[in-house]
Structures are given as structure tokens and as C-alpha cells.
């Protein structure tokens, strides 16, 4: 089975300012993908960026860019000139392909960005 | 209009109601997910309907019994429910693709606010 860990419960960042949300995982699987999710107020779950373990380039998505680490089994999620929409709690997921989506979620980091 | 519709937003239920959750996705996919959100807590997925014959029923109870009456929609009957069911249950649906490497992400509602007094 596997896990995925956010080990940052909340973290806060000033406006304009870059900060670097940690995600860890273990899976025995060779082939996989990983997702940031963002769950503002609003409540729905928007995704942010997604990586695919067979690429060892990072992804980027404007200002959102991941660090992956797939040997340490680490994928960080960067926020570059932070904005106050960024408040959101986010989410680091782990999916196995094949068949429907099985997902597997970590706990959440609750990021504030600070006027 | 978002893709997937939830409803209702809230609801308050005594431990005695029969209620429905409600989800309609409007993205064309062909799979569809209850997921369950409590605070300090992993997502726990709770079933999974795929081309509209469920696939997972991750150990729910039976206070819980979904329905899918087609790919589009898909609801949550809720009966004789406790306190701690009280959460938020989110809706998501995706594309599965049959074979291949190809992935859909899933995508999200907003969420049923579920409070059992």
C-alpha cells in the first residue's frame, strides 16, 4: 500500500515572497503519478500540478514548480511571488495508473499568505 | 457552472433522518468517486463507480449506500448515520482509460458539509 506524508501541518508565507511545501511518499511501484491539490475556502479541490514518475524532468505550471525526487521518494511543491488567492489548504496525492483513479491523499498543508 | 455539482452545500441530519447526497458531473467521464474529508485526516475514497458498476466499497458501513444511475450521476442515501459521519463529502469523477499510459486526473465538487446531531 501506499502512503503519502505532509509533514508541515501550516506554514505561512509573505505576499510576493516563494515558499516550498514538502510531500514524501513510499510505494514499491516503478510506474506512477503525483498531484498537488488546492482546496481553498470554496472548498473544491483544484489541481494544481501533476507529475509523471517516468519523466525526471520537473513539472511547471506558472508560478507552481515541483522538485522531484524520485529516488528519496520526495516531491516538493514550490510557489514562486506568492498571492493571497494562493491561500488554500493544499494537498499532495499519489496515484497508481491502470484502471479508475486510486488515489492516495496526505493530511494537508494549510498555507496562509500574508498581506 | 462547474464540472461536478454537488448538493446540497449543507445539511444537518438527526441520527434517525434519511437524507441524499447529490453529485452531477458535466465533464463527460466515465468514472465517478465518494470521498470522504475529516479534519487532520487523509481523503478516505469510499466507493467507486466505474463505467456505472460500482468497483470499490472501501469497508463503509451500510449507513451509507450509493446509487449511480448512469455515468453522469451519482448519489450518496444516508440513513441512521452517527455523529462522527459528520464531515465533508466530496464528489469527483475522472476518465478512465483502458489500457495505456494515458491518465485523468480527478476532478472535484464542492462538497457536501454533513453535520449529525
Known amino acids: 500500500a501506499q502512503t503519502v506524508t505532509q509533514s508541515q501541518p501550516e506554514m505561512s508565507v509573505q505576499e510576493a515572497e516563494t515558499v516550498t511545501l514538502s510531500c514524501t511518499y513510499d510505494?514499491?511501484?516503478?510506474?506512477?503519478?503525483l498531484f498537488w491539490y488546492k482546496q481553498p475556502p470554496s472548498r473544491q479541490m483544484i489541481l494544481v500540478i501533476r507529475?509523471?514518475?517516468?519523466?525526471?524532468q520537473n513539472a511547471t505550471e506558472n508560478r507552481f514548480s515541483v522538485n522531484f525526487q524520485k529516488a528519496a521518494k520526495s516531491f516538493s511543491l514550490k510557489i514562486s511571488d506568492s498571492q493571497l488567492g494562493d491561500t488554500a489548504m493544499y494537498f499532495c496525492?499519489?496515484?497508481?495508473?491502470?484502471?479508475?483513479?486510486?488515489?492516495?491523499f496526505g493530511t494537508g498543508t494549510k498555507l496562509q499568505v500574508i498581506p | 457552472e462547474t464540472g461536478v455539482t454537488q448538493t446540497p452545500r449543507h445539511l444537518v441530519m438527526g441520527m434517525t433522518n434519511k437524507k441524499s447526497l447529490k453529485c452531477e458531473q458535466h465533464?463527460?467521464?466515465?468514472?465517478m468517486y465518494w470521498y470522504k474529508q475529516s479534519a487532520k485526516k487523509p481523503l478516505e475514497l469510499m466507493f467507486v463507480?466505474?463505467?456505472?458498476?460500482?468497483?470499490e466499497n472501501n469497508s463503509v458501513p451500510s449507513r451509507f449506500s450509493p446509487e449511480c444511475p448512469n455515468s453522469s450521476h451519482l448519489f450518496l442515501h444516508l440513513h441512521t448515520l452517527q455523529p462522527e459521519d459528520s464531515a465533508l463529502y466530496l464528489c469527483?469523477?475522472?476518465?478512465?482509460?483502458?489500457?495505456?499510459?494515458?491518465?485523468?486526473?480527478?476532478?472535484f465538487g464542492n462538497g457536501t458539509r454533513l453535520t449529525v446531531t
Open positions: 469527483a469523477s475522472s476518465q478512465v482509460f483502458l489500457g495505456g499510459r494515458e491518465v485523468s486526473p480527478l476532478h
Open positions: 510505494t514499491s511501484e516503478s510506474n506512477y503519478y
Open positions: 507529475q509523471e514518475a517516468y519523466k525526471q
Open positions: 496525492a499519489f496515484m497508481k495508473p491502470g484502471g479508475y483513479q486510486k488515489v492516495t
Open positions: 465533464l463527460g467521464h466515465n468514472a
Open positions: 463507480y466505474n463505467f456505472k458498476e460500482q468497483t
